[in-house]
């Protein structure tokens, strides 16, 4: 245990006093001190949600907290989605609720029969003066942490203001359900969240949030509107959910959620935890949990640990990779309520669907659990025929119908020989048709020697490359019927003449490179890559003519779609971004402008190409770096493309700029596939970091995509699709196992490892 004979906690909320008072019952010796500006009865907010994983843990640690919560819990299990008048319910939740005030209540008497002391009315004095003073700190100070803010430099805070406003109210009755409600007004639209906290003796409440959009905040007049006329109106605009019955206030003000991530979590003896360490989204019910379990998980590791610096470095390793989770969970959540007006009208029961599916955490498998008769009834209405799952829906595409949606994304393998597809992709592309993808995409192929990205990669420039894919494409066609096999054209712009991958990517050829060109003349990595020269009018057509005679070979060649790269800074995708093009001339300035050279070359493939066969192009959605592609920005070069006749928005992100800070997570990049489809209403392929068939059947159903593309999936496993299939149980026409392999289609079986169980007990 690490000697912390004296601890101050600075902030009085759930996280501080449950801390304070695991930390006094695992040594009663010690003296801890809570500081808290209110008073005792003083709280902010309404009813909180606790998890069972969070309630199993408090149970653990502290039984006698843990059974007066089980006094004071409402429970229930259902959630209702209201939407155009329409209520949908899904069933099989699980949820447990209380008052704010009474789970304080509960803290502050565990904390006094452990002999807690706490200074309510009281500022704390900084954290600086504390840790000279006491052993530990413990800063629970809120989002707005004085605490943090005053050793910035080593926390490293970041904080994100987000574009919604919201405000916390009550109503004094208990909802029968979490309710969600959606008001479309002549302002724009607004919704509730609600849940009931407390229905006993001591009187039934519900906590009721209303949310919008800031520019839907302002043009309401809310901005105008004290506390109780915001209230008022806010019963207003909800009274059918409320039954016309009022909402009550309590210091109830607008504010914009803000994300709060730090670097580090401790300095010294300092530690910080709950909202002044992260925050997440309240849509996921997180704040109050993430700060109770801060404490469990603080309180373990100072009592397993000897030393505070191995117990607190422990506490973050453990906490942080749970917070990050959360956070990412909450802000598909939060983005998902930030566009809600982009999915209003969808069906009604894809609607409760992508609401209920938004933060990922919940998904088409799990809620087949949870309410199996709703999930039928989705997959009903999406067009499942019985015993089919989305995936293994076809989907049409001018002439060519897939039959699934699943794409096998273009991965560049970096073997090929003089640009000429040989063996390996006979066998890495032939592998994955024969795997059962509905599409399978080459990696990107290149337009000239020029246009290569590395020595090894394949080209579509002269006529034996030609040859060599269309070797590729009869494999496919005749071996693995029903499966299309599409082409990806690219040009790698101011991203060529590197090593291949697996000797150092991006890093510049030693030797045998060639001249580079890009829209401006900014190197790639500055200091390492080389500066590219800018393109002059001449030089534009001709790569738009190599584009093109590309295209008519991709043709000749077989394939049955093609796609035209427009991302991750390779030469078009460099033109659309602002980061990567600060030409004066007409390719430059605005976005007008910028798009005009890849429109150039798109519409002059399409002239081209077959008029039944698609052609999709493949964006990077955001550069994730301040100043380059917004999500409003890939919304109207997606809407530019598809104005020029393409057939579906391949949207990924990224890769334009070096110094990029992705938010890596899972299926991170399909909320900018979900925000095109549904602006535009234009099919889309979704792809990043999509892994499981449960989250393709997740993204179809709530109609954030139409397709998607895996990578590494089918690296893991060529045979990726036709086993998705066999664990749902599917064996129809859309996942055909191949005659020779049909064999292999149940999963071998494996040495029994039980022993006999005894048969007779003698006595």
């Not at 309404?46 to 199993?56: M, Q």
């Not at 043009?219 to 207003?236: I, K, M, T, V, W």
């Not at 499942?384 to 560049?412: A, E, I, K, Y």
Request: hydrophobic share 40%.
């Amino acid at each position: 245990m690490a000697r912390v004979p004296r601890v101050a906690v600075i902030g009085g909320g759930p996280g501080g006093l449950y801390a304070a008072a695991l930390l006094k019952r695992l040594d009663p010796a010690r003296e801890i001190t809570v500081w808290e500006r209110d008073a005792p009865d003083d709280t902010f907010g309404f009813g909180v949600v606790l998890s069972d994983a969070t309630l199993g843990g408090i149970e653990h640690a502290d039984p006698v907290v843990h059974r007066a919560l089980q006094a004071e819990f409402v429970r229930w299990d259902t959630i209702d989605i209201v939407h155009r008048g329409r209520t949908l319910t899904s069933g099989g939740h699980g949820f447990a609720a209380l008052g704010r005030r009474r789970l304080l209540e509960i803290l502050h008497e565990r904390c006094a029969s452990l002999g807690v002391r706490p200074r309510f009315r009281t500022e704390a004095p900084p954290a600086a003066e504390l840790a000279t003073a006491y052993d530990l700190v413990i800063a629970a100070d809120g989002v707005h942490s004085l605490t943090r803010e005053a050793h910035a430099e080593v926390f490293g805070p970041t904080i994100t203001t987000h574009r919604c406003r919201y405000v916390w109210l009550a109503a004094d009755f208990a909802l029968d359900a979490f309710r969600f409600e959606i008001a479309e007004t002549e302002h724009g639209v607004m919704q509730l969240h609600g849940y009931p906290y407390a229905n006993g003796a001591a009187g039934a409440r519900s906590t009721v949030i209303v949310e919008m959009r800031e520019e839907v905040w302002r043009a309401a007049g809310f901005d105008d509107l004290d506390e109780r006329r915001s209230a008022e109106r806010c019963a207003e605009i909800f009274a059918d959910a409320l039954g016309g019955r009022p909402l009550r206030a309590n210091a109830s003000s607008w504010s914009a959620f803000r994300t709060v991530v730090n670097d580090r979590w401790s300095h010294g003896n300092t530690v910080l935890i709950g909202d002044a360490a992260h925050t997440a989204h309240f849509s996921i019910g997180s704040g109050t949990k993430l700060a109770v379990e801060d404490a469990l998980a603080l309180a373990a590791c100072i009592e397993e640990r000897p030393e505070l610096p191995d117990a607190l470095a422990a506490y973050e390793s453990e906490r942080r990779p749970v917070v990050e989770s959360t956070q990412r969970a909450a802000a598909a959540s939060l983005r998902w309520f930030e566009e809600l007006a982009t999915y209003t009208d969808q069906p009604p029961r894809q609607f409760a669907f992508g609401l209920l599916t938004r933060s990922r955490r919940v998904t088409h498998d799990n809620l087949r659990l949870r309410d199996p008769g709703f999930t039928r009834a989705v997959e009903r209405d999406f067009g499942c025929p019985p015993g089919t799952p989305p995936m293994f829906t076809p989907f049409r595409l001018r002439g060519l119908t897939l039959r699934n949606r699943v794409v096998v994304s273009p991965m560049d393998m970096y073997s090929a020989v003089d640009g000429v597809p040989g063996d390996f992709h006979l066998v890495h592309l032939g592998a994955r048709a024969l795997g059962g993808a509905g599409l399978v995409m080459t990696e990107m192929v290149c337009v000239s020697p020029e246009g290569r990205i590395t020595p090894g990669c394949a080209g579509l420039y002269n006529r034996e490359q030609g040859d060599g894919w269309r070797r590729v494409t009869d494999f496919v066609h005749a071996r693995s019927p029903g499966t299309a096999i599409g082409v990806q054209l690219g040009h790698a712009g101011r991203k060529g003449a590197t090593r291949v991958m697996w000797e150092g990517m991006d890093e510049p050829l030693p030797a045998g490179g060639w001249p580079l060109v890009a829209a401006s003349p900014l190197p790639y990595r500055p200091g390492v890559s080389e500066v590219p020269h800018q393109l002059d009018r001449r030089q534009l057509d001709t790569i738009r003519e190599q584009f093109t005679a590309a295209a008519r070979r991709a043709q000749r060649s077989g394939f049955d779609l093609l796609e035209l790269h427009c991302a991750h800074g390779y030469l078009l995708s460099g033109f659309l971004s602002p980061l990567t093009n600060r030409r004066t001339d007409a390719y430059g300035g605005s976005l007008t402008a910028r798009l005009r050279f890849p429109l150039e070359v798109f519409d002059a493939i399409r002239a081209d190409w077959p008029d039944d066969r698609p052609m999709t192009v493949r964006i990077s959605a955001t550069d994730w770096a301040p100043g380059g592609t917004t999500p409003e920005d890939a919304v109207e070069i997606a809407r530019a493309f598809v104005a020029h006749g393409a057939d579906a928005i391949d949207v990924s992100t990224g890769q334009v700029v070096a110094d990029e800070r992705p938010e890596f997570g899972r299926s991170y990049q399909t909320p900018f596939a979900d925000l095109i489809r549904n602006t535009l209403s234009v099919p889309v392929i979704a792809v990043g970091a999509i892994s499981s068939w449960d989250d393709v059947n997740s993204l179809l159903l709530a109609g954030r995509t139409d397709l998607c593309a895996l990578a590494r999936p089918h690296l893991h496993d060529p045979q990726w699709t036709l086993h998705a299939a066999a664990a749902q149980g599917y064996e129809g026409p859309a996942a055909p196992w191949p005659l020779p392999y049909r064999a292999g289609s149940r999963t071998p079986p494996a040495g029994r490892t039980d022993d006999p169980k005894p048969r007779l007990t003698l006595r």
